[in-house]
């Protein structure tokens, strides 16, 4: 389980989040939901160890990893698929993929066949640059290249961002397939509040970095949340 407990996050002297608190448990999709530049990014970044907390605690699996490094989280089992996906542009896909080893054991650096069968488009493309592939096709490479760590965290920055429909769908699937497993917990920042709406177990809203809303299923399904995410 991850527990954000009132995290504060600066840039500078502006203060980009306020007390934000989040839990996310295995088998269950938490959704961060919010207009534009209103911490949602700041919030995921603080989780993963990219961005420092000036106050609050992050707690994973019973453990203060507050103070760890990225690459100390990532060995703890959490895996960020980052907003605008990130790829090697000059890398094959399959180097990309190996990328995601630096973390793990020697014996367990491989690909596994899973990978494919989630995303069976990255087979045929093995030693196709990661720069010659669609928009859609680099993002089921970043979520294939985070999914090489066997994460017990599933972080994702916006997956649905300038993607074609057929391929949102294809990541959907892939979600709620993870999720439905439940070997994993999964924090989802999206804005595209339909696609947030079928897979969110749970959810928060953010405006000018702090909580403004939150809670289950059910109560996503209130009128008041499309308030929050309206221009």
């Known amino acids: 389980m991850l527990n954000v407990k009132s995290i504060e996050v600066y840039y500078g002297a502006s203060r980009a989040l306020s007390g934000v608190s989040l839990t996310a448990k295995k088998g269950q999709v938490t959704c961060v939901l919010g207009r534009n530049g209103v ?25 203060d990893i507050t103070k760890l490094s ?13 907003q605008g996906r990130e790829i090697f542009a000059t890398l094959t896909v399959e180097e990309n993929l190996k990328t995601g080893y630096a973390c793990l054991p020697r014996a367990m650096r491989n690909v596994p066949d899973e990978i494919f069968e989630l995303f069976p488009v990255l087979k045929s493309m093995l ?62 920042v999206e804005q595209y509040f339909d696609f947030a709406k079928r897979l ?18 059910v109560a996503l399904q209130n009128d008041e949340v499309r308030v929050h995410l309206t221009v």
Do not use: C, H, W, Y
Not at 70 to 82: S, W
Not at 201 to 217: A, C, E, M, P, Y
């Open 39 to 63: 911490g949602k990014t700041s919030l995921i970044r603080a989780i993963a160890g990219l961005q420092p907390i000036a106050s609050g605690t992050i707690e994973f699996e019973g453990i």
């Open 70 to 82: 990225t690459a100390e989280r990532a060995r703890f089992g959490i895996a960020l698929v980052p």
């Open 127 to 188: 030693q196709r640059r990661g720069g010659d592939l669609s928009g859609g096709q680099q993002q089921q490479l970043a979520i294939a290249r985070a999914l090489i760590t066997r994460p017990k965290l599933l972080l994702l920055d916006e997956p649905t961002e300038g993607i074609q429909p057929s391929i949102i769908k294809d990541i959907e699937r892939v979600i709620a397939l993870l999720r439905d497993r439940g070997e994993m917990a999964i924090v989802l």
């Open 200 to 217: 969110a177990d749970n959810f928060v809203i953010l405006n000018r970095g702090k909580t403004v809303l939150s809670g289950d299923q």
